[in-house]
């Protein structure tokens, strides 16, 4: 089985890609990864393969010992997109305010079209339902059973604010699901208000249906959810795919900030709770109940939180209290520390303590200490970080307290990671740990990445310094932009996945913004409708802002062949037109070509848009306590660069 569905994979590779790679050479970007790690017991590898009209991802591995393949290939044409390999679709359904969405992954053929300026989104994936692997290193699927899924969804009204949406899956066990999304917007993006509604048959025809509402305000945000199945104890698709716990009954959020230094919140959570991560479709689930309500304030520079929580799980009941304080006291020097304690209905108790302090020696050098305290055992950790764009490295070292090593309960525990651009194309990463019975384990793995040899440079590396721009692209229906080349000044930023970018610089400047579609990885031509005129970078964590862009145009088969004429040469007037950037999963930072000049627009003064979410919820990862090495980019690079918030599953 592994052997044909591999063999597939070469046939499409040789049949697809080969003769788009030999067509249009100057416009191929491919990368190469693979590693081996025995903490994971896995080993494997992934390709990805780029051209102006083709994009295609496939590798395999084995798994704790079983080998597992995948793959899939892109092919745009006008604003239709056709897919065939697996592929991780989503169920989310418009009520889902307390879940990241439902998903289904499948194998086989499918089509992604856009229809009335963007207003009407139609998808539809047929073949079979299917168990996936994944690892560090590749993605593989096994088709189980028989199976195709529909999507529609559906922007009406002058002010698109009625959304219609239907979702069907058609297997063993089929679900039907219509929706309806009603949204208000207020004077800026922090006011809104959204209602919602559903309601279908989930498997075996058994009625589903759920109400939300969502409203946001400059101080008071308040999310609720109710879900209603006919068949209790058991999510909306019962199939053998991951499962992290499914919203069911009542679920509510809530929180207030009357001044910028005090904010309350609450919640209430019903959450369907598998024994297993694997869900079988024969089997039920169990409710988990979490009610919690806390007080956050700002003082004296220092950031305090106060919460209190009980929880209800198969009969059994725990409560218990929590409190966390951090400061930076320098511009280099951060301080916090954290305890909480945990009452459970048997009598027993759980308490834990933490305290840390983290030394920011230069931008690329950073120093910690952790303190941890339970009820019996304390231990410290040791431990610093350096990364540039050349080589990164960490060091970590800690007690662990045994109790079944009489004499010598307490025991070291070392952890090294390490990661180096050897050359332009090629890099590697290597860490390895060893536990406190003294057995180690270890990962390692190499990328090697490819670009057309009329590229002005390979694409530049994550810059580490103090100030930067952040950002988040979307459609008028909040949708991210993934893909699109974002000019900051000069300063070419390709988004990923999520649509996010981010420039990082050692001042701080004010910078003009526009987008370059020539340079673009997208399937459109995009203009902004709605984006400020100018932006400063500033220190440390920021929000970012909202760029909002509306689709003018495919980029159809046409066009793409236009441009490759423009880059051969063959046409007149010829300007110098540079590869698409990677995909964001392997590579979201593409250079300026010295060849072509770059014009800096302006716009008009900023008018606030107001996206399902705000602009706040832009929020990259606090310096506080990082824990792991940054993972250093594979390319030099002259300037600035992209830094990705998240890097999705490899062939998604």
Known sequence: MASAYCLILMLIFCVFVLPVSCVA???????????????????GGWATVQTRGYTMEFGGGTLIGKFTAGGIVRHPVGSTVYSLGDSLLNFRLPTDLFMGGRSVYMTGFGIDTQLRDERTDLHFYGGGISNFSQSQFFTGAVPQQMAAMLTFHG????????????????????????????????NNSRNYATLSAVGGLGEMRHPYGALSADLRRRTLNVRGEYVWYGKQNTPLLNLPTLQYGEPVKENIYANYRPFRFLMLMGSRRNLLVFPSMTV???QTGYINTTNMGGITFLLLKANLSISYFDSRYKGMKSYGES???????TRYVSMGGSYSIDHSSTGSKQEIGTAYVLERITPQLHLRQTYVHTGFNSYM????DYFNNRFSA??????????????????????????????????????????????????????????????????????????????????????????????????????????????????????N?????????????????????????????????????????????????????QVTGQAQNSRPSP?????????????????????????????????????????????????ATPAVSSTPAPTASVVNPATPPKGL
């Open 25 to 43: 050479r100057a416009q191929v970007v491919y990368s190469i990864n693979g590693g081996t790690s025995t903490l994971d017991q896995a080993q």
């Open 155 to 186: 922007i009406t009204g002058e002010n698109r604010n009625w959304k219609y949406t239907t979702h069907l899956l058609l297997a063993n066990r089929s679900t039907f699901v219509e929706g309806v999304q009603w949204k208000y917007h207020g």
């Open 280 to 282: 079988n479709p024969e």
């Open 323 to 329: 409190a966390s304080v951090g400061r930076q006291v």
């Open 381 to 384: 950790t040791y431990g610093g």
């Open 394 to 511: 960490g060091v970590y070292y800690n007690t662990t307290y045994i109790p079944t090593n009489i004499g010598r309960p307490y025991q070291p525990n070392y952890s090294f990671s390490g990661s180096a651009r050897i050359t332009r194309r090629i890099s590697v990463n290597a860490s390895k740990s060893i536990d406190p019975y003294g057995k180690g384990y270890y990962m390692a793995s190499a990328n090697y990445s490819s670009y057309s040899t009329d590229w002005a440079g390979a694409p530049p590396p994550i810059r580490i310094d103090d100030f930067s721009v952040r950002g988040h692209v979307v459609t008028p229906d909040s949708r991210p932009v993934a893909g699109l080349a974002i000019l900051i000044d000069k300063a070419l930023l390709i988004t990923d996945m999520s649509g996010y970018f981010e420039l990082r610089e050692h001042k701080q400047r004010t910078h």
């Open 513 to 565: 913004i526009s987008i370059d579609n020539s340079q673009s990885g997208t399937m459109s031509n995009y203009e902004i409708i709605s984006a400020p005129s100018h932006v400063e970078s500033v220190y440390g964590d920021d929000p970012g802002i909202t760029i909002v862009v509306k689709r003018t145009n495919a980029r159809g088969a046409s066009q793409l062949f236009i441009e490759h004429q």
């Open 579 to 627: 590869a698409p950037a990677a995909t964001p999963s392997t590579s979201s930072r593409v250079p300026t070509p010295a060849a072509v000049t770059v014009p800096v627009a302006t716009y008009e003064p900023y008018k606030p848009y107001q996206p399902n979410q705000p602009a706040s919820t832009v929020n990259a990862a606090p310096p506080a306590a990082p824990s």
